[in-house]
């Protein structure tokens, strides 16, 4: 153990992590290929997916350690603080009041129900008033306890803090102001403060700083503002009050811009936290005078672009968060300087110009976050690279799940051996109603390409097998991704457009017999080809203007645009939008309708009618309500899917990725068996064929 003793809790706290950090050095001088990463000292190096994945790959067992990111201070902060509690002694106290605690010169007062600051011995070191019911601190109040070095005023309801309150406290190292409803601090507020290191305003309602209101604080080193209602931050810098300024923490405030005078003097800063606030600009040289700073959070503002230059004077810098940003673009030499980086968050931030060149001076990286997987094969040299998945694709495979890698060969196999099967049969065997032959095959034409579409992707999986991640984001902007992917999209409308039609001619013939509504060839052919050429159009318009759809089929690995993500474009929005829950939806509705009035229609006739012409069409009608039945066991789900994303819901990729790979296609492979092998009409004709062959051999 190392001796802190005769430290203040700053130098004290400075030296802990100076020497963590020597600890934590790198993982030793073995180079590695990119993509991986050395097994501590030894000359060994493993993928990088292979880092912190529960299984010990190295034998010294350097692949499972230092899984958790603790670049920079925070997460240390805690466990520092605890080593430094003191051991509880007896009351050194003469005068403390009766409902408090007292050990050693210690009062704890937590809770207690006061109104007013109680009267204690002027020996006393800590006083613990949080939790009560105070509403103002008159002057001169702690005047007479200046051995106070710890003072916990949070939680109470103070509103009005006299100029004077804090007088007389030269010896006041921490000052615990939190969750009150301060809204101004008066100029001088902490004159005698000289020794202050420790200042906590979080949730209060501070909307502005006035000038000179930190005057006096010569020593302090943490300063927290979490929580308030801060609009802007003072003209003159922030540290000119406070020249030993080392961790600034103004998280969940208004900001909205920060100017290069914003931190002009703080040289000594070394944890700037600005997260949650509404900053849309950032001067060029606004950090340009902390040399000394150790983490930076910007996350979570209004940021769409950063200055070039923003931090090319920050070489000390270890921990960077800019995640939840509306950026739009980031500079291939946008961080270049950050040479000890260690730590860098970009999540929810979309990259369209990502590339290798972008993180190259990372040689210290140690953990990234990212929106997308599959842009960790731009940062091949980071130990630890998050996300692993996006649900539907992994860092070693496009189909991220074993069993649904296996069920795609399954599911496009039986797709596309039914539905050949009965085109081949329909094709030989002649069949009293020849227009609705037509239109079954071309139905079945139209679900095989769905199991050819699954085949694709199951090979391309095969392709990419073990090394996705390197290949994810060219594959997903790819010609062979856009061209299955509108395939599958071909496939499915004419399915639906398809079923809708021999819907509507069905429901004609049963609610309407003696309308005598007969389709002749001509007609049929008509339809067939309008549907396919409807189908086609809806496929291929995503690709006539790239400015409006964006990369519509490349969104995830199977290249379907199921989902709607935040940074989609509006135009393919609306179009996904208008095909899922427009023309879909419309058709699935009148498949309903037409079925409900079919049956409606056949149980009346059948009550009075003595003739058996009906027999036929009815069969028929029950076996597509059948159909009807599966086709919404298909659909409902993708509606629900389609609704929940349109709303911002988060959905699992994993929930995608079996819609897309199981629900979506099932109906593919279902339609052949419904439509022909079990119909009654078919099996009689096969048993004539069969037995007319059996007689011929004979």
């Known amino acids: 153990m190392h001796n802190f003793a005769g430290y203040t809790d700053a130098e004290a706290l400075t030296q802990f992590l100076h020497r963590l950090r020597l600890i934590k050095c790198c993982w030793g001088e073995v180079e590695c290929p990119l993509g991986q990463f050395p097994c501590g000292n030894l000359s060994m190096c493993l993928p990088q997916p292979q880092h912190c994945n529960g299984l010990q790959d190295c034998p010294n067992g350097a692949d499972e350690e230092n899984c958790v990111d603790n ?20 009351c050194l106290l003469d005068v403390y009041p009766e409902q408090c605690e007292c050990e050693g010169r210690v009062v704890n007062c937590h809770s207690r129900g006061l109104l007013h600051i109680p ?6 070191t800590a ?4 939790s009560n019911r105070i509403m103002s601190l008159p002057p001169d109040l702690f005047v007479r306890y200046r051995h106070l070095e710890k003072l916990h005023l949070q939680n109470n309801s103070i509103e009005v803090i006299s100029k004077r309150a804090f007088s007389g406290l030269f010896s006041l190292r921490q000052l615990y102001l939190s969750w009150n409803r301060i809204s101004t601090l008066k100029a001088g507020i902490f004159t005698d403060l000289q020794n202050l290191q420790w200042l906590i305003l979080d949730e209060n309602e501070i909307s502005s700083l006035r000038h000179r209101a930190f005057e006096g604080l010569q020593s302090l080193y943490y300063l927290s503002l979490v929580n308030n209602s801060m609009e802007q931050l003072p003209r003159t810098s922030f540290c000119l009050e406070m020249p030993r300024l080392h961790w600034l923490d103004l998280e969940g405030n208004r900001i909205a811009s ?32 902390m040399h000394r700073l150790i983490e930076l959070d910007l996350s979570v503002n209004k940021l769409q672009t950063l200055p070039p ?26 961080f270049d300087s950050l040479v000890n980086l260690q730590s860098l968050s970009m999540e929810e931030v979309e990259i369209p110009n990502i590339s290798i060149r972008m993180f190259r001076s990372f040689n210290n990286l140690s953990h990234i976050y990212f929106k997308r997987f599959e842009y960790c094969g731009y940062s091949p040299t980071v130990r630890s690279c998050k996300p692993n998945t996006d649900g539907i694709s992994s860092f070693e495979n496009l189909l991220a799940n074993i069993i649904l890698r296996v069920f795609v060969w399954v599911v496009a196999f039986v797709i596309c051996f039914g539905n050949i099967f009965v085109i081949c049969l329909r094709s030989c ?21 769905m199991g050819i579409y699954l085949l694709f992707i199951g090979s391309f999986d095969i392709k990419y097998c073990g090394e996705y991640n390197r290949h994810a984001q060219i594959w997903m902007e790819s010609l062979s991704c856009q061209l299955i992917g509108s395939l599958a999209m071909l496939s499915t409308e004419v399915s639906v457009l398809m079923l809708t039609y021999m819907t509507l001619e069905k429901y004609l013939c049963i609610v309407f017999p003696f309308q005598h509504f007969q389709v002749g060839r001509k007609s049929t052919l008509c339809y067939l080809t309008a549907i396919w050429a409807l189908g086609f159009v809806i496929a291929v318009i995503p690709f006539l203007d790239r400015q409006t759809f964006g990369n519509y089929y490349g969104r995830n690995g199977v290249c379907f645009p199921l989902h709607t993500d935040q940074m989609e474009k509006p135009g393919a929005r609306s179009y996904s939008t208008v095909i899922f829950l427009g023309l879909n939806l419309v058709a699935f509705v009148v498949i ?16 009075s009618a003595r003739q058996t012409a009906l027999d036929r069409d009815v069969s028929i009608a029950k076996r597509f309500f059948f159909i009807v039945f599966t086709d919404a066991m298909c659909w409902i789900p993708i509606f629900i899917l389609k609704i929940l994303s349109l709303l911002r819901v988060q959905i699992a990729g994993t929930m995608i990725l079996w819609v897309v790979i199981f629900i979506l296609p099932i109906n593919s492979a279902l339609n052949p068996i419904v439509y022909t092998i079990t119909t009654r009409a078919f099996q009689e004709r096969i048993k004539v064929c069969l037995r007319y062959k059996c007689h011929e051999t004979r």
């Not at 065997?429 to 390409?449: F, G, R, V, Y």
Request: negative net charge; proline residues 2%.
């Open 71 to 90: 670049s920079g201070w925070p997460q240390l902060f805690d466990a520092f603080m605890k080593k430094r509690v003191e051991e509880a002694e007896g």
């Open 119 to 124: 009267t204690i011995s002027s020996n006393v």
């Open 127 to 130: 006083l613990v008033l949080n």
């Open 258 to 289: 920060l100017s290069e005078a914003s931190f002009q003097d703080c040289t000594t800063l070394q944890v700037l936290v600005l997260r949650k606030n509404c900053i849309a600009t950032i001067e060029r040289g606004t950090f340009s005078a």
């Open 309 to 334: 230059p923003l931090f090319e004077n920050l070489k000390s810098l270890q921990q960077l968060n800019i995640s939840n940003n509306p950026l739009s673009n980031i500079y291939e030499d946008q």
């Open 429 to 449: 065997i002649a069949s009293e109603n020849q227009h609705h032959t037509m239109a079954i095959k071309s139905l079945c034409c139209a679900d095989c390409l």
């Open 592 to 607: 309903v309708f037409s079925y409900t009035s079919m049956f409606y229609s056949v149980q009346k006739t059948a009550k």
